[in-house]
């Protein structure tokens, strides 16, 4: 079984759509094994967002990511990255299809509702990242 790292951004806790992600992912029968709610400061973010830290838009992203708590999730499931990849649609929520998560409830490229990890790789450096204190019951 595969593992992907979810965070539920802060227009995803805002907007009070987080059961009907959650709802989604459970109807495609992923299974959540951790969960934690994490403020999310400068220097995780710092370390999350390394491959676009340079750039001038990271700081608009580090403000909104750390505008509220967001909820961390460990999603398990058979092929879960690119299954939730496929919930998701594009980053970007306007060029997203209807149906997908961030089409139907994301409003733009950086609020498009959940960050999930692109790869099997990026999903055990992220899991590790978000609940290395938690590690023993995933």
């Known amino acids: 079984m595969e593992k ?7 227009d995803c806790l805002d907007n009070r759509v987080v059961g009907q992600v959650i709802s989604r992912f459970e109807k495609k029968n992923y299974s959540i094994i951790a969960t934690r709610m994490i403020q999310l400061d400068d220097s995780l973010l710092s370390e999350h967002y390394a491959h ?22 460990i999603l398990e499931g058979e092929n879960v990255v690119q299954g939730v990849r496929d919930l998701l649609g594009p980053t970007d929520s306007t060029t997203a299809p209807k149906g997908t998560i961030r089409g139907d409830l994301g409003t733009d490229r950086m609020r498009n509702v959940v960050h999930a990890s692109d790869s099997l790789e990026n999903a055990q450096v992220e899991i590790e990242r978000f609940f290395s204190d938690q590690l023993a019951i995933a």
């Open 4 to 10: 992907t790292l979810i965070l539920l951004k802060p």
């Open 52 to 73: 676009v830290a340079h750039l001038p838009f990271f700081p608009d992203i580090a403000s909104f990511m750390s505008s509220r708590p967001v909820l961390a999730m």
